[in-house]
């Protein structure tokens, strides 16, 4: 068995701190708020499915214990590149059989997870943006439904860990937390990171989960930075 799929299940119940936070969260799966999200992304979806974009990640919204989550991974420590050990969402390159980002996105998932999806758990595709590595990467937010009910057969060459952080945790600012990136001397940028979980969310990922915060809880959430953009 994966070790991680233990803590996957039983591990992301909130702190007692963040049980008014948790309560209020559980709206932000419900049908309304979906239906709010697919007409939010209604435009940028049928714009990036018709783009051959260099790679793509599922978003993967969940619930534990009835309670929102995301679901992480961390990249194994023996793949080579940049980026391995990293926290990320699953997903990778396009590849030439893949009809859109979509699919890229279902296809990578699959293979990382073993977990098989349909387009209709997509919500829809946000707005690509830029790695340091000169590609294009789409987010596609999906909804996996009830975690206790999902199979996860993790690949042990790509994934180290699978994860989960409460939404509730997210939002709370004390877990916020900002790197700050300077270019020949003077400052350039600044990214979010999001502290006091498992791991340490930081780079692509945490700009992606900043994003799909402030998509779920409008009212609850304020991007504090400024996303890079495709060149």
Known sequence: ??????????????????????????????????????????????????EALAAAVLVTLCSVGGYPALLYTLRSSTLTGQ???????????RDSADQDVIATA????????????GAESVWGV???????????????????????????SPNPQEVED????????????????????CHQGRYSYTLPVFLNG???VWGLTAIITDLTLELLAPSAYRRRTRPPSPR
Do not use: W
Not at 85 to 91: A, C, N, Q, R, Y
């Open 1 to 50: 068995m994966f070790p991680a799929l233990y803590h996957l299940r039983l591990g992301a119940c909130p702190t007692p701190g963040a049980t008014r936070a948790a309560g209020s969260a559980r709206g932000y799966l419900s049908q309304e708020n979906e239906q709010r999200c697919r007409g939010l992304l209604e435009a940028s979806t049928r714009r990036y499915r018709q």
């Open 83 to 93: 980026h391995k050990g990293d926290v990320s969402f699953p997903g990778g390159k």
């Open 106 to 117: 279902l296809r990578e998932t699959q293979e990382e997870l073993g977990l098989h999806l």
């Open 126 to 152: 946000m707005r690509p943006l830029p790695t340091g590595r000169g590609l294009t990467v789409a987010p596609v937010l999906a909804h996996l439904g009830p975690l206790e009910c999902v199979c996860l």
């Open 162 to 181: 699978v994860f989960t952080i409460p939404l509730s945790h997210l939002l709370q600012a004390q877990n916020h937390g900002y790197t700050h990136f």
């Open 198 to 200: 498992r791991y340490r």
